[in-house]
């Protein structure tokens, strides 16, 4: 079977680090791209950022530029999201997703971030 | 990289038909052929109903399709059913690798 499993996440307080992990088993994992997606609390869902599948491509969201930095371990078969200076409005669940030709077919469950004094 | 515009709730009945709208510019939704569709149901993740604005992924009824006019895409569901009730998300390329998605819409079935 297809999976993601994201691990990592946690309370941390503000302008803290946390590193994220994603991963996979049933496919090939360097041959996709993988983004991250986060939803707030209630929220909608929202594009954090991509990497692909050799690594060299990364982007990112506007919100987490200079901030986030997305890498992957083909070896492992895991991607991991470093998260610096982290903000409130950073809490979340995140989301690793496969992408398959530009759209997201595989999704982990998720694993929550909570930023909070 | 400004979200894209869905309606926050739409309502219908068992049997009938809802559409949902997903506005965008030509710089998104317009100018791409790669529009997305999501149901979440609450407290899971969200599943693929439609890629490349029309096309089902095995599995996915074929009570869902997909259309794009301009800088707006359409999820429809025709023969409404209970399951049905999630929140459903678009989402678009916009180029150089970046992605946005739509707010959301609530389906509710009365």
């Known amino acids: 079977e297809v999976q993601l499993v994201e691990s990592g996440g946690g309370l941390v307080q503000p302008g803290g680090s946390l590193r994220l992990s994603c991963s996979d088993s049933?496919?090939?994992?360097?041959?996709?791209?993988v983004h991250w997606v986060r939803q707030s609390p209630g929220k909608g869902l929202v594009w954090v950022s991509i990497i692909s599948g050799d690594g060299t491509v990364t982007r990112y969201a506007d919100s987490v530029k200079g901030r986030f930095s997305i890498s992957r371990d083909n070896a492992k078969n895991t991607l991991y999201l470093q998260m610096n200076s982290l903000r409130v409005e950073d809490s979340a669940v995140y989301y690793c997703?496969?992408?398959?030709?530009?759209?997201?077919?595989?999704w982990g469950k998720g694993t929550t971030v909570t930023v909070s004094s | 990289q400004s979200a894209l515009t869905q309606p926050r709730s739409v309502s219908g009945s068992p049997g009938q038909s809802v559409t949902f709208s997903c506005t965008g510019t030509s710089s998104d939704v317009g100018g791409y052929n790669y529009v997305s569709w999501y149901q979440q149901h609450p407290g899971k993740a969200p599943q693929l109903m439609i890629y490349?604005?029309?096309k089902r992924p095995s599995g996915v009824p074929n009570r869902f399709s997909g259309s794009k006019s301009g800088s707006t895409a359409s999820l429809t569901i025709s023969g409404l059913q209970a399951e049905d009730e999630a929140d459903y998300y678009c989402c678009s390329f916009t180029g150089t690798d970046i992605w946005v998605f739509g707010g959301g819409t609530k389906l509710t079935v009365l």
């Open positions: 049933g496919f090939t994992f360097s041959g996709y791209w």
């Open positions: 490349d604005v029309t």
């Open positions: 997703v496969r992408d398959a030709s530009m759209h997201m077919d595989v």
